[in-house]
Structures are given as structure tokens and as C-alpha cells.
């Protein structure tokens, strides 16, 4: 049976036989369609960045799932806006299937794009040493992969935009991130952090009394430092 437009249909059937009839009624609803409709801010984005998906659909629906394309399959979600990272390079279909809960299967949508996924350099950094007492100096090496540009912030005041910058000092206790930020030739970018401590050196002291022979003697530890001294021997 076909309605002529949008709008709330009473139908009736009568039904007879040689023993009467009957009548019975059923509403039929016919609304908009769902329009499925994915938004893309960026349909270029890098590796582990996270990409933007907004979902416009339009028409009523009220069910909807979406699709990655990544190999994670379907799931049911609202209707608010999604956002996704991808672990791989590559291009990937994104889907959103909207429907309206109750209607037949012409009561449904779905909308395909395409994202472009750039691969991204690996940060990594290397250090000579990363422990040291009251002052150490420590070689800092960039052990990244696929970086084109470097920026080192050593935690100390200093700064390079070298690969491998000059041998770094640090003069006073205290933890000191050192962090390095890289960029490849598509301006996909990677970050990462190491960690520097200087410990203080304890000063070992102690303190007795005078005693007579044959006597005890007390010693009493006295030595110091700011950092919890894990071990003495006398």
C-alpha cells in the first residue's frame, strides 16, 4: 500500500463472512527518512593523532552505529560526535549506519568517507647516564625513527634543535624531564620523556660519649642528607 506523503494514516480492514463482519484498525505513521551525513574537520590526519568524526545525519533517527574501518567492526552509539585514533598508516572508509528504532528497513542511512592516515616518527632518546650525585653531566642522543626535525628541552634551562645536542650539566639535585619533540617530512609529529636525578651526597657523622673501661659504649647516627638513606655500616 503506498501513502501519498508524510502524516498519520488510519487503516481499516473489514473482513465478512457468511457469519457477519468485522472491522479492524490500525495507525500508520510515515515520517522523513533518516539522511546520514559524516562530517570530516581534517580527512588527513597522523598516526596515534586523534581524528575528528561529527555525525550530521538528519530526518529523525534515533539508532545509530558506526564503523572505523580498521577492523573493529560495528558498534551502537548516541548520536553525539565521535572521535577515533588510528595505530596504522593507510586510508580507511569510516561508515555511519542511522535508523529510526521501530521502522521498516527503509527507515535507515548509511553514509561512507574516506580518511588518509600519514604515518608518524617514533621519539625515543638516549642517555649516557641518568643517575648522578650532587652534579652529573649526562650525553643526551636522539634514538628516534623517521624524524626529519628535532626540539630538546633538557629541564635545566637549556634547549637545542639539534639531532644530537651538546652533553648536558646539571648542578644541583632534583628530577629533571628531558623532553624531546620530533617531526617527520609530512609534519606528523611524536613526543616523548626521560628522567635525569641527581641525588645528595649523605654526610656520615656520629656521636658518643666518654666511657670507662669495661663499660658500654652508645653511638648515636647523626649523619644526614634529604633523601631516605637505604643502607649504613659501622
Given amino acids: 500500500v503506498g501513502f501519498p506523503g508524510i502524516g498519520v494514516y488510519d487503516v481499516m480492514l473489514v473482513d465478512s463472512n457468511f457469519c457477519g463482519l468485522d472491522t479492524a484498525y490500525k495507525r500508520v505513521r510515515i515520517i522523513n527518512p ?13 598516526v596515534n593523532e586523534v581524528a575528528s568524526l561529527r555525525n550530521f545525519t538528519s530526518g529523525g533517527a534515533n539508532r545509530y552505529k558506526w564503523n572505523y574501518g580498521d577492523g573493529g567492526g560495528w558498534f551502537s552509539s548516541g548520536p553525539a560526535h ?6 596504522s598508516p593507510g ?3 569510516v561508515q555511519l549506519l542511522s535508523r529510526i528504532a521501530g521502522g521498516s528497513n527503509g527507515c535507515a542511512d548509511t553514509a561512507r568517507v574516506q580518511i588518509t592516515v600519514l604515518p608518524s616518527p617514533s621519539a625515543n632518546i638516549a642517555l649516557t647516564n641518568n643517575h648522578g650525585c650532587d652534579t652529573m653531566t649526562t650525553v643526551v642522543s636522539d634514538a628516534s625513527t623517521g624524524a626529519f626535525a628535532w626540539e630538546w628541552d633538557f629541564g635545566n634551562g637549556n634547549s637545542s634543535t639539534a639531532q644530537n645536542p651538546p652533553a648536558q650539566f646539571y648542578n ?16 606528523c609529529s611524536s613526543t ?10 649523605p654526610v656520615a657523622n656520629f656521636t658518643t660519649s666518654n666511657v670507662c673501661e669495661g663499660s658500654r659504649a652508645y653511638f648515636t647516627n647523626t649523619s644526614t ?10
Fill in 34 to 46: 533518516p539522511n546520514a551525513l559524516i562530517g570530516l574537520p581534517e580527512d588527513t590526519v597522523c
Fill in 82 to 87: 565521535k572521535t577515533h585514533v588510528y595505530s
Fill in 91 to 93: 586510508t580507511y572508509t
Fill in 172 to 187: 644541583s639535585k632534583g628530577s629533571y624531564n628531558v623532553a624531546l619533540e620530533v617531526w617527520g617530512t609530512n609534519s
Fill in 192 to 201: 616523548t620523556t626521560a628522567t635525569v636525578v641527581v641525588h645528595e651526597t
Fill in 225 to 234: 642528607c634529604s633523601e631516605a638513606m637505604i643502607s649504613r655500616y659501622w
